[in-house]
């Protein structure tokens, strides 16, 4: 390959819009997961196979209680200023990202460094004694619980390690750095202190909402295009010169509820209701909606290949028990009106289908854009009811903790359940295989049963490519993110 030629390629991809903060330790949303992957790098990751390899650490070792991991650093690894990576700067950045103000409700890394030794003093004394230094290329870590999905969530980019500069931008060790960064466009630069070297010697990213992506993909506005949102897929139409290429994580579709004392939702024979109607009445009109050979629809979190999934006769028993429910919730909408912000024109269905029994809604006709969104569920929590799409590992069932958990760094307390709370912080420390299939087996229950969303069904991310200017770099791809490094410039 001519390096001269190929350093002179630029590429242009497109994402979902308003991808908020592009620091690790304030990610909220999936398109700045994918934005920052280029930038920052964590301890391990997967490759683009989904295998767990080393990142910044060249190596590790876990205690045979799962209690303690011993991670040896790649030192050679610099920031894009130049500085060498040390183990005191991956402790540092770990402590940081507990003491910034979170764009979510959580910090984003809190579900993980919660069950860390000495976390319960980390408030007063800043320092986390659970994680030691050793020399200048050692880090343990010790938990005070065994917890077996320590290396998988450290995987998570928001776990990546940086340095903060004197004029406050984060520094990463990924194969590009930011150079310019607004609301809806992001420029990357090769860091040229990198160990990975980049494929492009410049990458322009744009942001657009749902609506603007069928246009632009025709329109040839970027060279990729990146996206997890069903409705877009469904409408997709055939454009010549590009390809597709569909990723391994699951995006999950829901309904989230605010169960906040005083909101109608704060009764769970209403969510219960509620859940039912959705289930048997507007999930059958999704078919004609979806493809399913993109999105599938399911009321479970935990797919058909993950342990503690229910029957379907067990699911149907407990949403069922909603149907009881539904002329109280009907009652309950007159005096207190139901206010669901719209997301999509899905959202219009489920309107028009539950006004059609009854039940009053209160909503308007304007969309709401992701940024309006992120604030919603976050900060203002002003609904009873929105759409809201969620990404979380999907092999181990502990990658609901990223979403449900107390701590979860993308839950927030209107869709907090304390039986679904309870019943995930046991589960996260089993190592045994049928006690761990029990306990999950409770958590698809309590789900149903407390309601803290209505799970609609998950959609894989697609990539569109146009092969006249990019091609992918291996066929066989299954990676769990999205990488710049899936792609090279044709020459």
Not at 47 to 63: E, I, R, T, Y
Not at 394 to 407: C, N, R, V
Request: charged share 20%; with cysteine.
């Amino acid at each position: 390959m001519n390096l001269k030629k190929k350093k002179s390629q630029s590429v242009t991809l497109a994402i979902p819009a308003a991808w908020g903060s592009l620091n690790p330790p304030e990610l909220t949303t999936y398109s700045a997961s994918e934005i920052v992957w280029n930038v920052f790098e964590p301890l391990v990751a997967y490759d683009l196979h989904g295998n767990l390899v080393p990142k910044v650490a060249l190596s590790w070792k876990v205690s045979d209680d799962l209690r303690v991991y011993t991670f040896i650093l790649d030192t050679k690894r610099k920031f894009s200023d130049g500085t060498h990576l040390t183990a005191s700067i991956v402790k540092q950045a770990f402590e940081h990202s507990l003491k910034v103000v979170p764009e979510s409700y959580n910090q984003t890394t809190v579900d993980l460094m919660y069950r860390l030794e000495g976390f319960e003093e980390f408030s007063k004394i800043k320092t986390l004694s659970g994680i030691v230094v050793q020399g200048e290329d050692t880090v343990i870590m010790k938990f005070k619980t065994p917890l077996r999905q320590t290396l998988q969530f450290l995987t998570g980019i928001r776990f990546g390690i940086y340095i903060i500069d004197h004029n406050g931008k984060y520094l990463g060790t990924g194969s590009y750095s930011i150079e310019k960064a607004t609301d809806n466009e992001v420029i990357l630069m090769v860091n040229p202190f990198a160990e990975e070297k980049s494929s492009f010697s410049q990458v322009r990213i744009i942001g657009l909402e749902t609506y603007e992506l069928n246009s632009a993909l025709n329109q040839q506005k970027a060279d990729i295009f990146w996206t997890v949102d069903p409705e877009f897929l469904d409408n997709l139409k055939e454009t010549v010169g590009y390809i597709t290429y569909s990723g391994s994580i699951a995006g999950h579709s829901v309904i989230a509820i605010n169960g906040t004392e005083g909101k109608i939702f704060s009764n769970k024979k209403l969510r219960q209701a509620l859940q039912y109607l959705i289930i048997k009445e507007y999930m059958p009109q999704l078919t004609r909606y979806f493809d399913s050979s993109r999105f599938i629809l399911d009321p479970q979190y935990l797919s058909s290949l993950q342990i503690g999934r229910l029957s379907q006769d067990k699911v149907d028993t407990l949403i069922n028990q909603g149907k009881e429910w539904v002329t109280d919730l009907i009652r309950a909408s007159q005096s207190q009106p139901i206010h669901f912000p719209l997301k999509g024109t899905k959202d219009k269905v489920l309107v028009e289908m539950l006004k059609k029994k009854g039940v009053r809604i209160e909503t308007s006709d304007a969309f709401l854009t992701t940024k309006e969104l992120l604030n919603l569920v976050y900060k203002t929590h002003n609904y009873d009811l929105v759409s809201w799409r969620t990404g979380f590992g999907s092999s181990d069932p502990d990658g609901l903790y990223h979403t449900l958990g107390k701590y979860g760094a993308i839950s927030t307390p209107p869709m907090g359940r304390y039986k679904v709370w309870q019943v995930l912080e046991e589960g996260r420390t089993l190592v045994d295989l049928e006690q761990m299939n029990q306990v999950y087996i409770q958590l698809s229950q309590a789900i149903l049963e407390e309601v803290p969303t209505i799970h609609l069904g998950y959609c894989r991310p697609f990539v569109f490519y146009n092969t006249q200017k990019v091609k992918i770099t291996n066929q066989s791809l299954n990676s769990l993110t999205f990488h710049l490094s899936m792609f090279e410039p044709i020459l």
